[in-house]
Antibody, heavy 118, light 108 residues
Framework: QVQVVESGGGVVQPGRSLRLSCATS????????FHWVRQAPGKGLEWVSF????????YYSDSVNGRFSISRDSPRKIVYLQLNGLRADDTALYYC???????????WGQGTLVTVSS | SFVLTQPPSLSATPGTTASVSCWEN??????VHWYQQRAGQAPILVIN???DRPSGIPERFSGLNYENLATLTITRVEAGDEADYYC???????????FGGGTKLTVL
């Protein structure tokens, strides 16, 4: 069955970096694009980044553009999100989700928590 | 960019119908998707492409997108439907995915 599992979260000081991983299984990884979506404590969903199936197209929200970087490793079936220049308002649960052609996100992981605090 | 506006809360009693709204000017020119997020859990896609139900989603869930308003309707509401519901749109021209602010459905 389709599985999406995030990891790599933790507590980090402002200005530092972190790399999140999204391990996938149960489907043909190279056929799908992926997203990262985050949710600050007690808040709603905020889209963060997208990577196409062949990694040629990448998009970022205005709030993370220039600081975060998305990538993918097809042999290992993993999607990454590199978080640089972290700020307190980046504190959130970060979800990885699979993209459908109609623009929806059909499978989500359980998330990995990033806390930015001094 | 655009903003998807949802009411922050809604309540319903078991067995009745609940309707969650999502508003944006000319929303019907876009495709709307809906997600359910129960407390402490990851979101689940419950309606895609305005009206389609993914496999495993009960027929009690339906969607409509007309003019400026998209609606997620849940008939015969159950206690297990208590959750936050989010609408979402893909702005393909700008490479942006936008979520509404979410509506908390409380089942009384």
């Amino acid at each position: 069955q389709v599985q999406v599992v995030e990891s790599g979260g933790g507590v980090v000081q402002p200005g530092r970096s972190l790399r999140l991983s999204c391990a996938t299984s149960g489907f043909t990884f190279t056929a799908y694009s992926f997203h990262w979506v985050r949710q600050a404590p007690g808040k709603g969903l905020e889209w963060v980044s997208f990577i196409s199936s062949d990694a040629t197209v990448k998009y970022y929200s205005d709030s993370v553009n220039g600081r975060f970087s998305i990538s993918r490793d097809s042999p290992r079936k993993i999607v990454y999100l590199q978080l640089n220049g972290l700020r307190a308002d980046d504190t959130a649960l970060y979800y990885c989700a699979r993209h459908r052609d109609d623009g929806s996100l059909d499978y989500w992981g359980q998330g990995t928590l990033v806390t930015v605090s001094s | 960019s655009f903003v998807l506006t949802q009411p922050p809360s809604l309540s319903a009693t078991p067995g009745t119908t609940a309707s969650v709204s999502c508003w944006e000017n000319m929303l019907s020119t876009r495709t709307v998707h809906w997600y359910q997020q129960r407390a402490g859990q990851a979101p689940i896609l419950v309606i895609n492409s305005d009206t389609d139900r993914p496999s495993g989603i009960p027929e009690r869930f339906s969607g409509l997108n007309y003019e400026n308003l998209a609606t997620l309707t849940i008939t015969r509401v159950e206690a297990g439907d208590e959750a936050d519901y989010y609408c979402q749109v893909w702005d393909m021209s700008r490479g942006l995915w936008v979520f509404g602010g979410g509506t908390k459905l409380t089942v009384l």
